[in-house]
Structures are given as C-alpha cells and as structure tokens.
C-alpha cells in the first residue's frame, strides 16, 4: 500500500483538458457565423411584444446558438472533402485530421435535437418548430442540395441564415407577425451580395473544390453585377420598418446610412479595376472591402432597430 500510495505522490497530476481539442470541438460550431446568428435572434426576442423570464430568455439564445452550432457541426461533416482542397478551409479540425468525421456528425445531432428540445420545453413548440426547420434547411437543402449544384446555392440557402428573427419573435409569443417576416426577408436579400462578395477573392478555392458559386459559373463581371442589383434591392427593404410604423426615428436614420453604404460599395465592386473578364487588377480590395461593411450593415441595422425599441418602445 505504501508503495501505491509512493507512487500514487510522484506520478503527474492527470490535465484536466486539452485546450486545443476544445478548440477544435469548437470551431465545428462555426463561431464567427454564430455570433450573428445569436444576435439577430435575440433582436428578434428583444423587439417582440410580450414578456418572457429573463431566464427562459437565456435558454432560448442558447438553443438558438446550439442549433447554429449544430448546423455547422454536419455541414463540416458533409463537406470535409471540399473542405481538403480549399484554402480557406483546409485547416478545419475534419480536413485537418484532428476530429473524426462520425464524430463530428454525431456532436452536430446530439446538439441539434437537445436544442430543439429545450426549446419547446424552455419556451413553445412553435419556436422550437421554426429552430427545426432553420437546422434542417441549412443542412439538407443548402448543404446537401444545393451548394454543389447550382449557382443560386447561396440565394435559396440564405433562408437557413435569416430564421433566427423568427425563431427569437416566436419564442417569446409563440407566433409570427409582419415585423419577424420583413427581418427574416432583410436577411435572406442580405446573404448573396455579402457571399458573393467573398466569392470574387475565394473563386481560386470554390474552382478547385468545384463549387459552382456565382463567379465560377458566370464568371467575375455578372457576379459584380448581381451584387449591386440585389443591394438595390436590399436598400429600401431595410427601411421597410420604419415605413410601416414597425420601428422609429433611429432605426430609419440608420438604415438610410448603412444602405447608401453598402450601395457604396456595391458600386466601387462593379466599378473596381478588372479586365475584360471581370477579374480585379488590384486583388479585388473593393469585394474586401464590400464583405466587410457588410457584416457591419447587417449588425448595425438590427443593432439600431434594438436601439430604436428600448428609446422609442
């Protein structure tokens, strides 16, 4: 026994976890695209009428946060192979060899039903529904169908992106209404021209993939194109609550900044530097540029319509 317990005193302590592996468990959830997911979720539950338990109201951005990550988690799965060949992406914990494939689709489902569950038991089985359907669509129509298949894999799997408004609203009044569609709507216009965006400085990664994202098959001048029509589009659809006496003063002022920026730079995208295939002369600065104003135009209008609310109620 002693010499056990001898033993036991100069053997090293066992590491409580590894940080890197946790990283990488992590990195499944996609996090940076979580971040927004979460947060025009919680406008959504923030803006509608009704009170709910700030706790429940917790638990409701969590599952919300869990059934993003959840989507994430397969859709790494499904992907791993054009995940291999793309820069970008090479460096994921699938394509990398740190995570096991069966694994991480199995964290993405076990995830993917305990949010939807909690949902409905933490607050009603209609946001717990709307939840369903954003994983479901984000992985089957978007990931499985449509992203390898046509160049309007991005428009109709914008949807997958925009339902979390819905889901934050209908958590709180177990319903929708006109205000959680029209965001739903701001979300879904958003996602082409701010993809696309990237796109133009990725084409190289989604050719070699054989992803037929907009520039790969329809070439750089029609992708620079699109992204000002629907940014056109975009615009006024952003001031659509504040026309319908759905939001105030702060929210329109600051939709009318952050549209005629984004046009802005929809405009420097069409207009920048290219030769006679479409392709930029100087690194595509201004699809750069483009794709990051508009993480800015999307936070900002539903960070202001927040705003708008808590001022103006």
């Given at each position: 026994?002693?010499?056990?317990?001898?033993?036991?005193?100069?053997?090293?302590?066992?590491?409580?976890?590894?940080?890197?592996?946790?990283?990488?468990?992590?990195?499944?959830?996609?996090?940076?695209?979580?971040?927004?997911?979460?947060?025009?979720?919680?406008?959504?539950?923030?803006?509608?009428?009704?009170?709910?338990?700030?706790?429940?109201a917790?638990?409701?951005?969590?599952?919300?946060?869990?059934?993003?990550?959840?989507?994430?988690?397969?859709?790494?799965?499904?992907d791993?192979?054009i995940?291999?060949?793309?820069?970008?992406?090479?460096?994921?914990?699938?394509?990398?060899?740190?995570?096991?494939?069966?694994?991480?689709?199995?964290?993405?489902?076990?995830?993917?039903?305990?949010?939807?569950?909690?949902?409905?038991?933490?607050?009603?089985?209609?946001?717990?529904?709307?939840?369903?359907?954003?994983?479901?669509?984000?992985?089957?129509?978007?990931?499985?169908?449509?992203?390898?298949?046509?160049?309007?894999?991005?428009?109709?799997?914008?949807?997958?992106?925009?339902?979390?408004?819905?889901?934050?609203?209908?958590?709180?009044?177990?319903?929708?209404?006109?205000?959680?569609?029209?965001?739903?709507?701001?979300?879904?216009?958003?996602?082409?021209?701010?993809?696309?965006?990237?796109?133009?400085?990725?084409?190289?990664?989604?050719?070699?993939?054989?992803?037929?994202?907009?520039?790969?098959?329809?070439?750089?001048?029609?992708?620079?194109?699109?992204?000002?029509?629907?940014?056109?589009?975009?615009?006024?659809?952003?001031?659509?609550?504040s026309?319908?006496?759905?939001?105030?003063?702060?929210?329109?002022?600051?939709?009318?900044?952050?549209?005629?920026?984004?046009?802005?730079?929809?405009?420097?995208?069409?207009?920048?530097?290219?030769?006679?295939?479409?392709?930029?002369?100087?690194?595509?600065?201004?699809?750069?540029?483009?794709?990051?104003?508009s993480?800015?135009?999307?936070?900002?209008l539903?960070?202001?319509?927040?705003?708008?609310?808590?001022?103006?109620?």
């Amino acid at each position: 026994m002693s010499d056990l317990i001898e033993r036991g005193a100069s053997a090293p302590l066992p590491v409580s976890a590894d940080w890197s592996e946790l990283r990488d468990w992590a990195a499944l959830l996609k996090p940076r695209v979580m971040t927004l997911v979460v947060f025009t979720g919680a406008v959504g539950m923030l803006v509608a009428p009704g009170p709910i338990h700030p706790v429940l109201a917790a638990v409701a951005i969590l599952c919300i946060a869990l059934g993003a990550g959840a989507a994430g988690a397969i859709n790494m799965w499904y992907d791993r192979d054009i995940d291999a060949v793309m820069r970008r992406t090479a460096r994921r914990p699938i394509p990398a060899g740190r995570i096991a494939p069966e694994a991480a689709l199995g964290f993405g489902i076990v995830l993917a039903v305990f949010s939807v569950l909690l949902m409905g038991l933490a607050t009603n089985w209609h946001a717990a529904g709307w939840l369903a359907g954003s994983i479901l669509f984000y992985v089957l129509v978007y990931t499985m169908w449509l992203k390898r298949r046509t160049p309007q894999n991005i428009v109709i799997g914008g949807a997958a992106g925009a339902f979390p408004p819905v889901i934050g609203w209908a958590a709180v009044t177990g319903g929708v209404d006109v205000l959680p569609l029209i965001l739903f709507a701001i979300v879904f216009v958003w996602t082409p021209p701010h993809f696309w965006a990237l796109s133009l400085w990725a084409h190289g990664d989604y050719q070699r993939a054989g992803v037929p994202m907009l520039p790969v098959v329809a070439g750089a001048r029609e992708t620079r194109r699109q992204i000002l029509l629907y940014t056109l589009l975009l615009a006024p659809l952003g001031l659509l609550p504040s026309l319908l006496g759905l939001a105030g003063w702060i929210y329109g002022a600051t939709a009318v900044v952050l549209g005629a920026g984004f046009l802005f730079h929809a405009h420097r995208v069409l207009r920048e530097a290219q030769d006679e295939r479409g392709v930029s002369l100087v690194g595509d600065l201004a699809a750069r540029h483009a794709f990051r104003f508009s993480l800015l135009h999307l936070a900002g209008l539903f960070a202001a319509l927040a705003v708008d609310h808590w001022v103006l109620g």
